[in-house]
């Protein structure tokens, strides 16, 4: 019975599909459904299949009708963007749009850098290389070619973090892109690097050395400044370069390094000892006298006429007081030479001013608040510090109690009634053992 009523079900479909009308205007019968359907294609030309939910042609007609005209209307209305296909994208094109997409979440000043540190990737692959293109080959002979070239700045060979922050740049381009897969993950190597040094501390003469020396030179005026600042406060020469008239604070002792400048995105307010207090104010003069006056004004002004990236256009002014200078390297490099102090970079003023934290016994805490951000490393030399400062402390405590000490150790001679009393104890001694036995 069960089979018979299957094959009467079945009989009776088919008659009814039988039954069904002949459609037109697109309109058809759907096989596993009971109403009439059709096709429809969207602004990329993929096809749909829509549903009028009626089994009366002309119902179904004119919901079809109905149907494309919204979509139409939509479409005018707000046409969808057109996503690019970054795959096949040239290399320099893709590049520009992962940094015009990584300024949402960056300083314009940090996606500017690694901008130029890129250019020399994509003129060693090819600025119309496709992105999908780059194989690890290629970027193992980057590695090598690189390597052998001079820097123009250090006058020496490139170093490996140079090379892998460049191509850590292309990874995230090919990632962007979707074209960093499995493979170039797994068997990618970056260069081996040199473990980082601790900086350089210098010493109080030397200091007097850097600042004599400059005072005799106007070219170093502002390298001196700075360094005054540096060793004066710790802060880091990005911080100092990038500070605005609203940023200081000299009646209170203080600048303010916004979370846009800082290296860890995180606000804090320095003190300023004697030593900063004075380059910053000899700061302040020569900003007023380049025509800085509002709050928004940086304090280092940029100089257009020496700036290669700034086009001054003639007649207009030398100095630009809604930017801030570049740098200030070349000059601190020539005023470290005729010191005598080669290789003793800007920051190692920072370490300078750690140093000598750690020595006067400041608590770590109190000099990463000063500081803001200080690494493993750093943190545990700066212990380091202290315990080497608390060992020289407890030398120069012992010299002074020598003498006392040295008294405490001679053998002091001992009087007639003392050694009386201590054969009469002994005497005693031995009678109680006596009893005892």
Known sequence: MPLFDTFADQYETDHVKDKRPRLSYGLRWHSKSQYIWFTWYDAKGRQHKKSTESTDPNKALLFKIRFLEEQKERQEAKPEPETPDLRNMPLERAAQLYFEWKVANNSVETVAREQRLFKKPVKFFGANTPVRSIRLHKIREYQKERRKQISPTMKKNIAPRTINYELQLLRWIMTYADCWNSDLEARYQPLREAKSKVGKAATKDQLIKIFNTAMANDYWYVAMCCAAVAAGSGCRGGEIRRLRLSDVFLDEGRVRIVREIAKNRKEREPRLMALAEWGLRQL????????????????????????????????????????PMRSWVRSWRKLTEACGMSGFRFHDLRHTFRTQGAEAGVPLEVMMAQLGHMDRETSLEYVHIQQRALERAKQLIESEQAEILAATQKKRSLTKSTTQLIKMHRGVGAIMCQCQR
């Open 284 to 323: 302040l003069l020569r900003a007023q006298a380049l025509g800085a006056t509002e709050a928004n004004h940086f304090l280092l002004p940029l100089q257009l006429s020496k700036s290669k990236r700034a086009m001054r256009k003639p007649g207009s002014p030398k100095w630009d007081v809604t930017q």
